[in-house]
């Protein structure tokens, strides 16, 4: 992802079909998501990505190496216009770059228990679930349980 992205992965990220999935639900305003893109780009723990077809840009993408020895948590999402299969595809991508160009030994990600398509999609690509943390995230007016998942690079790649 280049600064040039910044605007287009914003309205992905500000339209309502990806916003009420996250833990932040504001819509982020270009300032404060300039300011993230300056810190995150020059974090050398964080890998932020475009998944395109083609010339066409699809979906973001941000690994953080959280911990020692290759281990790391991810978040994603698709352009809300993405044409249907875009997740798995752009899922794929991920990971084969996350276990073998960054050689991690863990991908870990987080799902709200209310995003089942989010929760079938890592379970479909092989994730294990971890861990419930209950009530966990709070809306505004509701607590929804965060399941936590986990991926080893030997799991992904047995099953690629």
């Excluded at 943390?133 to 929804?144: E, K, M, S, W």
């Excluded at 399941?147 to 799991?155: H, I, Y």
Aim: hydrophobic share 40%; net charge negative.
């Amino acid at each position: 992802m280049a600064a040039a992205d910044l605007e287009m992965v914003l309205a992905w990220r500000n339209h309502p079909k990806v916003r009420r999935y996250m833990y932040t639900q504001h819509e982020i305003s270009l300032d404060e998501h300039c300011r993230w893109f300056e810190q995150a780009s020059l974090d050398p723990h964080r890998h932020l990505l475009l998944y395109e077809d083609g010339p066409t840009p699809l979906g973001f993408v941000n690994i953080y190496q959280s911990a020692p020895g290759g281990i790391a948590d991810w978040g994603f999402y698709t352009a809300p216009d993405a044409p249907d299969g875009t997740g798995r595809m752009l899922g794929n991508v991920t990971l084969r770059y996350a276990f073998s160009h960054v050689s991690l030994h863990k991908l870990c990600g987080q799902a709200l228990a209310l995003n089942e398509r989010s929760v079938q999609f890592h379970r479909s690509l092989g994730f294990t679930q971890e861990g419930t943390l209950r009530q966990q995230h709070f809306d505004g007016q509701h607590y929804h349980d965060v399941l936590c998942f986990g991926l080893l690079a030997q799991e992904w790649l047995a099953k690629d």
